[in-house]
């Protein structure tokens, strides 16, 4: 039987043709029998791909080949032939939407500006170092850090990630200037980019977690600095870090500890609200308050089984 993985990787890395890597990636990708998403920008390349793992490790070996790719660093997952719907490969303006791509710039080594690397280790080592004085910045969005985060990090109040430089500029953590920011995400694509904003808007000393809260649960599993489970974006919707972990997300209707998120009963519902095992049905049951509000023509119909 195959084994089916999962790989998650970015390059930073200025391209002359993003079209032409869009859609070389996509034939790459349609040769492999992948499925997922790859954002293919000026600025470089982000994936995400499902397949078998000698499919994705000819893609990775093809994909390495090309001039700014050869040293991307690939995070694999355990994976079940099911994680993604189809095969999405697009050109954007940003890896990242921050809506920054004309503040953004990328050289041959990364993305200019950018705050010090941390290994999992380095940041141990800042922590053991400096103590409480250490913010950890979360750049996710907002309900990826309400089932799980660093301990006490400075989590902003942000639905989507284009959302995030607004938050910064309102000045909301211009106290945090001149202490140690360290930023982080799931893979390391958004951390990076973030750190570069930070130091830009006068933040002195910033750092980012080198391969993001992936590689970190790699090293340390559930002993270290993190509590509870790491969203992601396919259909296993989060990952534990290691045995014994306990998510810290409520259930929307009994407030037990979960990780599970769920939309409603209408097909077209993109409202994510968190639902244990014993309560999972309810979510299919009807309509959330978000669908009710935005399209009351559709109450009290049934959409989705």
Same mark, same amino acid.
């Given at each position: 039987m195959a084994v089916h993985k999962i790989v998650l990787f970015y390059a930073?890395?200025?391209?002359?043709?993003?079209?032409?890597?869009?859609?070389?990636?996509?034939?790459l990708a349609e040769?492999?029998?992948l499925t997922g998403r790859v954002l293919v920008s000026e600025h470089g390349i982000n994936a995400t791909l499902g397949g078998t793992v000698e499919d994705l490790k000819q893609y990775v070996k093809t994909t390495?080949?090309?001039?700014?790719?050869?040293?991307?660093?690939?995070?694999w997952s355990d994976g079940t032939g099911h994680d993604f719907p189809r095969l999405s490969v697009?050109?954007?303006?940003?890896?990242?939407?921050?809506?920054?791509?004309?503040?953004?710039?990328?050289?041959?080594?990364?993305?200019?500006?950018g705050g010090e690397r941390l290994s999992p280790q380095g940041l141990h080592d800042l922590v053991d170092a400096r103590g409480d004085d250490v913010v950890m910045f979360d750049g996710r969005n907002a309900f990826e850090a309400a089932i799980g985060r660093f301990r006490g990090a400075v989590v902003p109040d942000v639905e989507t990630t284009r959302d995030v430089?607004?938050?910064?500029?309102?000045?909301?953590?211009?106290?945090?200037?001149?202490r140690p920011v360290v930023t982080y995400c799931t893979g390391g694509v958004r951390c990076e980019v973030l750190s570069a904003l930070l130091r830009a808007r006068g933040f002195e000393e910033v750092y980012q977690l080198d391969g993001g809260v992936v590689r970190y649960g790699e090293v340390f599993g559930s002993t270290g600095l993190w509590d509870g489970s790491l969203y992601v974006f396919d259909e296993r919707r989060h990952v534990?870090?290691?045995?014994?972990?306990?998510? #810290?997300?409520?259930?929307?209707?009994? /407030?037990? =500890?979960?990780?599970?998120?769920?939309?409603?009963?209408?097909?077209s519902c993109r409202t994510?609200? #968190?639902?244990?095992?014993?309560?999972? /049905?309810? =979510?299919?049951?009807?309509?959330?308050e978000v669908c009710v509000e935005e399209r009351p023509e559709r109450a009290g119909t049934r959409t989705r089984t």
């Open positions: 930073f890395t200025p391209l002359a043709d993003p079209r032409a890597v869009q859609l070389w990636q996509l034939a040769l492999w029998h390495r080949r090309y001039a700014g790719f050869e040293r991307i660093d690939v995070k697009k050109v954007r303006p940003e890896l990242v939407a921050f809506g920054a791509a004309d503040e953004l710039k990328v050289d041959e080594d990364g993305v200019v500006g430089v607004a938050e910064i500029d309102s000045g909301r953590y211009d106290d945090l200037k001149q534990e870090l290691g045995p014994g972990s306990t998510p #810290l997300g409520e259930c929307t209707v009994c /407030a037990a =500890a979960t990780a599970w998120y769920d939309n409603c009963a209408d097909p994510l609200r #968190l639902f244990c095992d014993d309560c999972a /049905a309810t =979510a299919r049951e009807g309509r959330c």
